[in-house]
């Protein structure tokens, strides 16, 4: 027979997991209506992300009733302590999803400096992140959760290949300075993002091992 | 008599202002390596980053044994939530000031394109913010907190004045498109700093009220 702590433990996952979606939507739905440019999308993006601060909300609530009346042990409480800082980290992602739209919103239905592709490419990348650090967790998989970190190396490198190419772009052609800006702005988010699965990937490994790492 | 409970919660407030003033240190002293073109100091902000997170990591360890070993009421179970959000805003201000000092490596001893002056306004502005909303936080003063976000307004306002004048400045003279990106995200860096100071704001209003806001 399961305690009622672990009852309540899976609904809590449940609930993890549908947030992890929700933040994967976003990340893809942002990208898509800045590489479509449509504005419309971007501008639902702001309800998707109070959709998720409101499931942060709703999650938080729930670990902190499970640790004042179920009294977890060491082992618990750390699985519950992991909970509270992933929802952060996925909300903080979803936010970052927010300032991708708003970024699509200024940059408007101006023709586009260059085809992107690395951008949606790190989207797809960040998006698989987030899958793979929850399922680290709800495996406690350290393996699994530095397969993370090589992840964010890959983030990382295409960032740094966007970023010398948008740099280059503006010194020969100055007119473009405030576009290519907008968009090294949403490399850098999405670098943020993929960095919030790295988060997460650490401290699956903190609550699996009790080492505090710093993968990157 | 005070209980055990409220000795233990002062013993967490007493950290937690001591990760505040550690905050407000790193947020200075990152700023001041950037005006001083110190890479030293700037390297020296790693370590500093470092302390802060080992004492965020003890004061959440401190949290969940509260929380387990004294099965606190709904009030006092909401404390010790803000406090475990708290610390998170207050770690990831330590990041962004790591963020500056790497930013600050970059540039290295070029010369400067611009005497600087609204970054360390900016920085001034930042610092105060965390000492406010953490004043907020210790005197459940829900005015208090809502002047951090009057305060979070100026922070954008100057980086929205920053932001339109390096613009200005790399259209004209696209050769210093590298580093004048770079003071950009210097004082984006700053503006989300600043973000997690009204972050605590509302946190604390909702600590008090039960009302979820967004103050921005």
Not at 44 to 47: C, G, N, P, R, T
Not at 68 to 75: D, G, I, K, S, V
Not at 94 to 99: L, P, Q
């Given at each position: 027979m399961r305690s009622q702590f672990?009852?309540?433990?899976?609904?809590?996952n449940v609930k993890l997991l549908k947030m992890g979606a929700m933040v994967q939507d976003i990340i893809e739905v942002s990208v898509q209506a800045l590489t479509n440019q449509d504005l419309e999308t971007a501008k639902?993006?702001?309800?998707m992300d109070d959709k998720i601060d409101e499931l942060e909300l709703q999650i938080e609530n729930e670990c902190m009733k499970l640790l004042?009346?179920?009294?977890?042990?060491?082992?618990d409480l750390r699985v519950i302590g992991t909970i509270m800082k992933i929802?952060?980290?996925l909300e903080r992602m979803?936010?970052?999803?927010?300032?991708i739209a708003k970024t699509t919103l200024k940059i408007g239905n101006e023709p586009l400096i260059?085809?992107?592709?690395?951008?949606?490419?790190?989207?797809?990348?960040s998006e698989d992140m987030v899958r793979k650090s929850l399922d680290a967790f709800l495996k406690a998989d350290v393996k699994l959760a530095e397969e993370v970190a090589h992840d964010d190396d890959e983030?990382?490198?295409i960032y740094e290949a966007i970023y010398t190419e948008l740099i280059e772009m503006m010194i020969k052609d100055p007119k473009i300075v405030k576009q290519a800006t907008n968009l090294l702005f949403i490399g850098r988010y999405l670098e943020r993002i993929a960095d919030h699965s790295t988060n997460i990937g650490e401290r699956v490994i903190y609550m699996v091992t009790g080492d505090r790492v710093e993968i990157n």
């Open positions: 672990e009852k309540q433990l899976t609904s809590l639902a993006i702001y309800e004042a009346l179920q009294q977890p042990l060491a082992r929802i952060t980290d979803g936010d970052h999803a927010v300032n260059k085809p992107l592709i690395d951008i949606p490419r790190m989207a797809k990348l983030v990382d490198e």
